[in-house]
């Protein structure tokens, strides 16, 4: 594990860190309340990825462009610590990765949040659905090296715009819809579940289910975005299409986000 930063202590009046949720990619996605918070900021911090998904970025620094075209705020950037995607245990890679981006977190806001400052780092989607920031936010003020109040701003998760996109719900009449990752779906279908939202696949999970019948599926990636590709259909169908658009995306873009709405069928 590297080893963390760890700053004297530093006192900061009344400073506040806002986590805001600014949509899947859509600068008309953000909400009223995000906007609200980004013309609070003094400072926005930037984790940035390196190589291609530097897109992400740029897609931050456009929403900036859209909702406070004025600026007032600096922007400060730091390199996002990359997980460790070879490792034996997922969990503790995750871990392991979470403590990496406190330690940037903690050097950024001890850095260049002053006093009566407000800080915001701007969130795909919404922080409260598979984001890590909270969680490393809340690290970092347990560390005790610096002192802030934070405030989370909720945003439109990609699921939600995802089933936008498709023109579709998230669950049928009185059914239950659960949120699962692909790793969870590749050991079996959620019990109890008709409808089965799915994130982080980075193995085409959805593959273990195309022979079963009466599976439909809704698939988006870069949902939001110019870049924006649907595919909706039977499984059986159009497994092989979604898995031969994604690679293709993937080896395009160098990067990809995307989710699907698994659905059986009553």
Known sequence: MAG???AERVVLVRAQ???VGIGAGDPGHVTVAAVDALRRADVVFFLDKPGEARELSDLREAILATHVPGGGYRVVRAEDPPRDRAADGYADAVVD????RADVCERLIAEHLGEGEVGAFLVWGDPALYDSIIAVVE?????????????VIPGISSVSALAA?????LNQVAGAVQITTGRRLAAGWPQDA???VVMLDARNAFLEHRDEPGVTIHWGAYVGTEDEILIAGPLA?????IVETRERARAEKGWIMDTYLLRRTR
């Open 97 to 100: 990765w979470r403590v990496r």
């Open 194 to 196: 008709d409808d089965v």
């Open 165 to 169: 996109r498709h023109a579709t719900t």
């Open 139 to 151: 690290d970092v003020r347990a560390r005790g090296t610096t002192e802030f109040d934070v405030r």
């Open 4 to 6: 963390s930063f760890r």
């Open 17 to 19: 860190v806002e986590v």
């Open 237 to 241: 169908e159009v497994a092989e299409r």
